[in-house]
């Protein structure tokens, strides 16, 4: 088992063999200019202030854990824009560069913002769940942070979703979002104290700016890591059938000789 699993956990949204074995021949595995700078910030930033992030609000900890990661990843974002057809917000709305995102703000009263994002964020506080529905005092429900996703992902044209609650962080895809329990997720704290350089590439590559950028073929890295998924599961279940069929049909020849 790889020890990224430490760290990682794959649900149902790629395929792990994929994961441990096949992302690495990706040209952007090879890829270290920024890898460690990126390392050292994250690490400085959980270092001076994980004392206060379990106490602040969900403001505070995105002023001063969630945003400024988005910015070590290179991220252009919008803050908290409403969406079409609906009183839902996303907090973040990520753009391939400057000029989308200002182009965007030319339209942030309809549904057109939204049209070159290449994906969508939601931000939580510090001991907020992500899998379960929060309750306020007065008994007010706040929704599912998955389901929460689901609604934004449903509602707008990019296809990739950002969750985090600032120690862990989750990939989500058009796709598969409705069933609220496929999602990839990197235990990012628990990463910065304990990983290698090695296993923070399953946090930097997967989560910053370029993994969501397309490429000359149309397709983004995360893209190609589900496509390369999709393949491999669907070869797997190939063999396997093939592997079955084979069996049964010399298991019928043995028996008509004996």
């Known amino acids: 088992m790889s020890p990224s699993l430490t760290f990682r956990n794959n649900h149902n949204l790629f395929s792990n063999y994929y994961l441990d074995e096949r992302v690495k021949q990706n040209d952007e595995w090879r890829e270290e200019e920024e890898l460690s700078e990126a390392f050292k910030g994250i690490k400085k930033i959980f270092t001076k202030k994980i004392k206060i992030f379990q106490n602040c609000s969900e403001a505070m900890l995105e002023d001063s854990l969630i945003r400024p990661i988005f910015r070590i990843l290179d ?71 998955s389901y929460q996703i689901d609604i934004y992902l449903r509602n707008t044209p990019p296809q990739w979703a950002i969750l985090t609650n600032g120690s862990r962080w989750r990939l989500y895809h058009q796709d598969s979002s409705y069933r609220l329990d496929s999602y990839y997720e990197i235990d990012l704290l628990n990463l910065v104290e304990e990983g290698s350089l090695e296993e923070f590439k399953y946090f930097y590559l997967f989560f910053r700016r370029n993994a969501l950028l397309p490429g000359r073929d149309g397709r983004s890295f995360l893209d190609r890591v589900k496509e390369g998924s999709v393949a491999y599961t669907r070869k797997v279940g190939d063999d396997l059938q093939e592997n079955v069929y084979r069996a049964m049909h010399w298991s019928s020849v043995k028996d008509r000789f004996k």
């Open 75 to 145: 991220h252009h974002f919008g803050i908290q824009e409403s969406v079409f057809k609906g009183a839902y917000r996303p907090d973040y709305s990520f753009f391939p560069d400057l000029d989308s995102l200002a182009e965007a703000y030319d339209y942030r009263d309809s549904d057109d913002f939204y049209l070159k994002a290449v994906a969508i964020g939601d931000a939580k506080a510090w001991n907020v769940s992500l899998d379960k529905t929060q309750k306020r005092v007065g008994g007010f429900n706040i929704q599912n942070p």
